[in-house]
């Protein structure tokens, strides 16, 4: 048994966050909150107001699952655990859309000090639809468009709706390619007077309406990836206050900076 | 005490739709199919109902059984046949679908079978001609033959299809069998299921008398009958599955797919099959299962059935039911 002490307890699915203590024995947890007493030979911890929290969901880990290097999936295992994340999620990428291609991940995971899960790729380079199903059957966390917007709109609604049918969630990044493309920096004043090529917040806006709306088409769960801009964010409130089942993620850079900092 | 005796004359000189057809119209056809079936198994089938008659097969798509069951139903019933299939003349010159009709029906032929790509095509050739009409398969609206003699197959097994569960499987969105069987087997009282991925399912197919599924095993439980469908690829623009491997191994019927169906459940198909995709080889080739080249021989059957009645020449052309009580 181990005892922690003095530790800030956060857990968002109950929605505690106190000081407190919690004592956990052979993985898991046997008592938690106010003050424990030490028992004989027990392990104590002495947090010191530290926070304790359940290991973080990595939905969007952009790895390599081929590569034996630090861009590759032991390095980022064991950077996930020292940073408190126990679940990783690959990214979808352009050779993750059949189950085999699965194989370099699941070998990763044998050995991994963190969980790891694939995604899958909703739609090939091709403009093929990927094995959806299959790829679910072996272990695909969710699907997505691989950080690249389908530019089919057809081919979005029926992979979509194909998805839709194992109720599986879909990531797809909410921006429009053509807008897009080539920028490099938020369009407003500062870019301007940059001269920096710039994409504006519509650009998001306009991604997630039709997000939005294959959504609805479809019934498909959509996880939009990386949400940056306010006319974004009131796209995705619109969305959500139709019922429509659409989560986001935002890059946690877009927390701390905004373009203000790319003069400094 | 005194009981009303009930006439009723087959009223259709055309076959557009299921829609169309009532009980008991469905049950006039499959009396005289019965009977058809076991003649025709005799050495000379040949019968003299249709004698003096002209029929024309008209093909815009290309169909090897269909087309050669019409025909062998007309001669059998001594009818003369002429083909025109998508690579006749003028079909293949590009001649407007209204000057082939009209120039077809100035040769006063008595029956037209159409098969066109184009919903609604044999419904116009029977409003623009004098012939009986018969939908030989309108794109992916009706084909009533074929709903007609799949179950006409079926209750040659069962008697009766009323209460039992059928679950039609597959591409049900490019299909007209799926769409004439639905109707067909709603009018017959049966209880009909829908299986497939969303992308080959209509929307809105729960409000057509059905239950959807998704999962082919809940789908499957306790049915009497599953009719697998083509993967009609030529129909398919753009990809609505992902691939064939992952069709069959999600959706493709086998032994081992119907061990939560009834223990004497029968496989359908209404062919040509792509053995390995919607169906395994085996369950297609195994007798006390599947009942495919039963409808092939149930075909000519039904649709001699369907032409004495049309044209009027049917033995059971009109149905009684009950007596006058004289006293």
């Known amino acids: 048994m181990t005892l922690i002490r003095n530790a800030r307890l956060i857990d968002p699915a109950s929605g505690r966050d106190a000081l407190g203590d919690l004592r956990f024995q052979d993985g898991l947890i046997e008592a938690v909150g106010g003050t424990l007493t030490a028992q004989d030979d027990e392990a104590v911890i002495d947090l010191e107001g530290a926070v304790l929290a359940p290991a973080l969901i990595d939905l969007r880990c952009q790895t390599n699952p081929r590569s034996s290097g630090r861009a590759g999936l032991a390095a980022t295992a064991q950077a996930a655990a020292a940073g408190g994340v126990g679940t990783i999620v690959v990214a979808p990428d352009p050779d993750l859309s059949t189950p085999e291609s699965f194989a370099?991940?699941?070998?990763?995971a044998l050995t991994s000090p963190v969980r790891i899960l694939p995604a899958g790729l909703l739609v090939d380079e091709a403009g093929e639809m990927g094995e959806i199903g299959l790829m679910l059957r072996a272990g695909a966390a969710l699907l997505g468009d691989g950080g690249r917007p389908i530019p089919d709109t057809r081919l979005a609604r029926r992979a979509l709706s194909y998805a839709a049918t194992f109720e599986a969630w879909s990531s797809l990044r909410a921006e429009d390619p053509d807008l897009a493309r080539g920028t490099c920096a938020h369009e407003g004043d500062l870019a301007m007077r940059l001269g920096l090529s710039a994409r504006p917040g519509g650009a998001e806006r306009m991604a997630i309406d039709r997000a939005a709306a294959l959504a609805e088409l479809t019934g498909a769960r959509l996880l939009l990836d990386r949400i940056t801009t306010a006319e974004g964010l009131t796209a995705l409130q619109t969305a959500r206050a139709k019922g429509l089942e659409i989560a986001a993620t935002a890059p946690i850079t877009h927390f701390i900076f905004n373009e203000v900092d790319t003069a400094s | 005490m005194s009981r009303t005796g009930f006439a009723y004359d087959f009223p259709h000189s055309s076959l557009l739709s299921v829609g169309d057809l009532n009980p008991l119209d469905v049950s006039m056809i499959f009396e005289r199919a019965a009977i058809h079936f076991e003649a025709n198994r005799n050495k000379d089938a040949r019968e003299r109902t249709l004698d003096g008659l002209a029929m024309v097969n008209l093909f815009f798509e290309n169909s090897t059984r269909t087309l050669a069951s019409f025909e062998m139903a007309a001669k059998r019933l001594g009818a003369d046949v002429i083909?025109?299939?998508?690579?006749?003349?003028?079909?293949s010159?590009?001649?407007?679908l209204a000057d082939t009709a009209l120039n077809l029906n100035a040769m006063n032929p008595d029956i037209m079978v159409v098969r066109h790509n184009a919903a609604g095509a044999a419904s116009y050739f029977a409003r623009v001609t004098g012939a009986a009409v018969i939908n030989g398969g309108d794109g992916a609206h009706e084909h009533p033959t074929q709903a007609l003699l799949d179950a006409f197959t079926l209750t040659r097994h069962w008697g009766d299809i009323g209460g039992k569960r059928i679950c039609i499987i597959g591409d049900i969105l490019h299909s007209r069998v799926a769409r004439s069987n639905i109707s067909l087997l709603n009018l017959l009282n049966a209880e009909v299921r829908l299986c497939g991925p969303a992308t080959l399912l209509p929307a809105d197919a729960d409000r057509w008398g059905v239950t959807v599924y998704h999962d082919l095993d809940e789908a499957v439980e306790?049915?009497?009958a599953v009719m697998?469908?083509?993967?009609?690829?030529?129909?398919?623009?753009?990809?609505?599955?992902?691939?064939?491997?992952?069709f069959a191994a999600l959706y493709g019927l086998t032994?081992?797919?119907?061990?939560?169906?009834?223990?004497?459940?029968?496989?359908?198909?209404?062919?040509?099959?792509?053995?390995?995709?919607?169906?395994?080889?085996?369950?297609?080739d195994d007798p006390d299962r599947a009942v495919i080249m039963e409808q092939a021989e149930a075909g000519v059957a039904i649709r001699m059935a369907i032409l004495e009645l049309l044209t009027g020449r049917a033995a059971n052309q009109r149905y009684q039911d009950g007596v006058e009580d004289g006293a």
């Open chain 1, 104 to 108: 370099p991940i699941d070998n990763a």
């Open chain 2, 255 to 284: 032994h081992a797919r119907l061990e939560r169906a009834s223990p004497d459940c029968l496989v359908t198909h209404p062919g040509p099959m792509n053995r390995g995709v919607e169906i395994d080889g085996a369950l297609a």
């Open chain 2, 83 to 91: 083909n025109f299939s998508a690579g006749s003349a003028s079909i």
């Open chain 2, 222 to 224: 306790g049915c009497d």
């Open chain 2, 93 to 96: 010159k590009g001649e407007s």
């Open chain 2, 228 to 246: 697998a469908l083509r993967m009609q690829k030529e129909r398919m623009s753009g990809g609505l599955i992902p691939s064939d491997r992952e």
